[in-house]
């Protein structure tokens, strides 16, 4: 079982910049793949950024592609999201999960364990 506990969100004005944090605890966070989504309200969740077992490989979704950084700290445990230049259509709960295996996966359906969330909201 892996805990996963997400923190960084808030409010933010467009352009502005925000660093997630998403802290395991119960299993080494390095046996897993990690990822980040979003859920804006009305909408399906869908995948922001991924990232392999060992930082070595990324994948964006197009709509944040050069403007956020997924990484991993697999020392202490944390995968975290680095997102600059928001905008307001970056609004949504943010979610961090966690899934066995090496490859970057961009379905919701390949992960194990799930965070919490945390919301996110860009003023215009």
């Known amino acids: 079982q892996v805990l996963l506990v997400e923190s960084g969100g808030g409010l933010v004005q467009a352009g502005g910049s925000l660093r997630l944090s998403c802290a395991a605890s119960?299993?080494?966070?390095?046996?897993?793949?990690g990822g980040w989504f979003r859920q804006a309200p009305g909408k399906e969740r869908e995948f922001v950024a991924g990232i392999n077992r060992s930082g070595g490989s990324t994948n964006y979704a197009d709509s944040v592609k050069g403007r956020f950084t997924i990484s991993r700290d697999n020392a202490k445990n944390t995968v975290y999201l680095q997102m600059n230049s928001l905008k307001p259509e970056d609004t949504a709960v943010y979610y961090c999960?966690?899934?066995?295996?090496?490859?970057?996966?961009?379905?919701?359906?390949?992960?194990?364990?799930w965070g919490q969330g945390t919301q996110v909201t860009v003023s215009s």
């Open positions: 999960a966690v899934r066995q295996g090496t490859v970057v996966v961009g379905t919701s359906s390949a992960y194990h364990y």
């Open positions: 119960g299993r080494t966070l390095s046996s897993y793949a």
